[in-house]
């Protein structure tokens, strides 16, 4: 009989399945990356490439958890560096480079005073999407990957990095060379446009520093804005560090030399301008917004562009009021919520634990908290799930078809039917009954009405009917 056939069983992955029910919208169609831009497996394939050191190392750190272990510290210890120099033919200053790469890439994470491997390390060979990920974040960062000059103020380096996209923006619409003096006279622009923002008066270019000498008129580049000197050194700083991480390349040439996006560095800017337009295209105005309506907007996001939401939101408050936020929404009758609530937490790392942890003996944000936890300390998102028991698998089975019966389709909710742990469709309806779930009984009218067989829609209609009753 239908009621009996077995659930068309997958590998119980409760997490995934939540992400997909409560994330899958009719959105506008997923953007195209520029004429001529690699396809992802090969820009995956230049990631891994500029990334390999940092891959090595993070695994010997992995195998290696002696007392000196760079695992235990945090940092690659001398002893450690030396050990990993000596196993891995480099250099005890490329295994620091490579060390700081794997950090700043997400290849390990740390745990206050311990480093772990992260998730993008083990998803290393077989998803090219962990490893863009993990390069654009090694691009975020590319500021700390190349020491800034000496002697430099610093407000001056933070002047450059804000103005930085910029002089990307330049290379990537000029899909080709750009020469270095272009380069600088709109960086130049752009530090005086950020000055004059803030309400900054320019310094002349010889007014006299505080040692009584006027500036060098060599680091002055003709032409350029009053108030950059200084800024020539800036700017090759600034192409070193990009260089640096595999995101252009220098061609110093005869004259004055000349930058050039890779592959990468042109898709990476791509995706930062598609962001910023999706983010500007939210008539909510999310990042203004309450925790709860934050999260309805990103609601129509994809997983990446949601990110990007949650990132620039939370920069714009104290975390600890933030996570209180989150939780508190979490804390609703609205299941899409509460797991859109928990993805921005993920986001959070690190300084939500205390508050993620605290949760756990809240029935409705257990799953959810134990999930995050588990990857938080280094499991795979794909396997996180085994945490969970039974009861807490089908509790959040249920929580995820709130969501999907409340936001999203009838066909969405007969194929998460297949996601359920349990193997028949009557051991599902008997655990559903006793795991007490709030929305229980409108979970199974609505899967009986979206569902195109009688008989199993029948059987879920008389198990809706026994709950609302009381019945066994």
């Avoid at 797991?339 to 605290?358: D, K, Q, S, W």
């Amino acid at each position: 009989m239908a009621r009996n056939s077995r659930l068309r069983l997958v590998r119980p992955r409760a997490l995934a399945t939540a992400r997909r029910a409560v994330t899958t919208r009719r959105t506008r169609p997923a953007p195209r990356p520029p004429e001529g831009t690699p396809p992802r497996a090969e820009l995956a394939r230049q990631a891994r490439h500029v990334l390999a050191d940092a891959v090595r190392i993070a695994r010997w750190a992995a195998v290696e958890r002696g007392p000196e272990s760079a695992l235990r510290t945090g940092t690659a210890s001398v002893p450690a560096q030396e050990r990993a120099a000596a196993a891995l033919d480099l250099t005890p200053g490329q295994i620091r480079a490579g060390w700081d790469r794997a950090r700043l890439a997400g290849l390990v994470e740390l745990h206050g005073d311990t480093a772990r491997p992260g998730w993008r390390l083990q998803a290393w060979d077989r998803d090219d999407s962990a490893v863009l990920r993990g390069w654009v974040a090694l691009f975020d960062a590319w500021s700390l990957v190349h020491p800034a000059p000496e002697g430099v103020a610093p407000s001056a380096v933070a002047e450059v990095v804000e103005a930085v996209p910029q002089v990307l923006s330049l290379l990537q619409l000029s899909q080709g060379p750009v020469l270095v003096p272009v380069l600088l006279d709109l960086l130049g622009q752009r530090v005086e446009e950020l000055r004059e923002e803030r309400c900054e008066v320019p310094v002349a270019d010889q007014t006299p520093d505080r040692a009584g000498t006027a500036p060098d008129p060599a680091d002055t580049a003709p032409g350029a804005p009053p108030g950059t000197d200084g800024l020539p050194t800036l700017l090759d700083w600034a192409l070193e560090g990009l260089a640096a991480v595999g995101a252009l390349t220098l061609d110093p040439g005869a004259d004055a030399g000349h930058a050039t996006l890779t592959p990468l560095g042109n898709w990476a800017v791509w995706v930062k301008l598609e962001q910023i337009c999706v983010a500007a295209q939210s008539p909510a105005g999310n990042i203004e917004q309450s925790a709860e309506d934050m999260l309805r907007g990103c609601a129509r996001l994809t997983p990446g562009p949601a990110r990007a939401e949650y990132r620039a939101w939370l920069a714009a408050r104290t975390l600890s009021s933030a996570v209180a936020e989150l939780l508190a929404v979490a804390r609703g009758e609205d299941a899409l919520l509460r797991g859109l609530a928990f993805e921005a937490l993920r986001v959070v790392g690190a300084p939500a634990e205390a508050e993620v942890r605290a949760t756990v003996a809240e029935p409705s944000l257990r799953p959810y908290a134990l999930l995050w936890l588990a990857e938080y300390e280094g499991a795979d998102p794909d396997d996180a799930q085994e945490v969970l028991t039974r009861e807490e698998a089908t509790w959040l089975w249920v929580d995820t078809a709130a969501a999907v019966a409340d936001h999203g389709e009838s066909e969405l909710l007969v194929r998460h039917l297949e996601s359920a742990v349990q193997g028949t469709v009557p051991a599902l309806l008997d655990e559903v009954r006793a795991v007490g779930h709030p929305r229980t009984v409108q979970v199974l009218v609505a899967l009986a009405a979206a569902h195109p067989d009688p008989a199993l829609s029948k059987a879920v209609r008389r198990a809706a009917f026994q709950v609302h009753t009381g019945g066994a």
